[in-house]
């Protein structure tokens, strides 16, 4: 695992459920796609870090 901005990995997006506070998912690019096109119910907030995978 790696900070954010690192360029040593695959970046992974946070995203917190509105309707749950405090409960977050962690999503490759891919995954955060499909997370912003079919679950309107959770924010994203960024970069959380980088990993190898």
Do not use: C, H, W
């Not at 749950?20 to 096109?37: D, M, N």
């Amino acid at each position: 695992m790696y900070g954010v901005g690192t360029g040593l990995g695959e970046k992974f997006i946070r995203f917190q459920n509105r309707d749950r506070p405090g409960t977050y998912l962690f999503a490759g690019q891919q995954e955060a796609e499909s997370i912003r096109a079919n679950f309107p119910n959770f924010d994203e907030e960024g970069a959380a870090f980088e990993v190898v995978v």
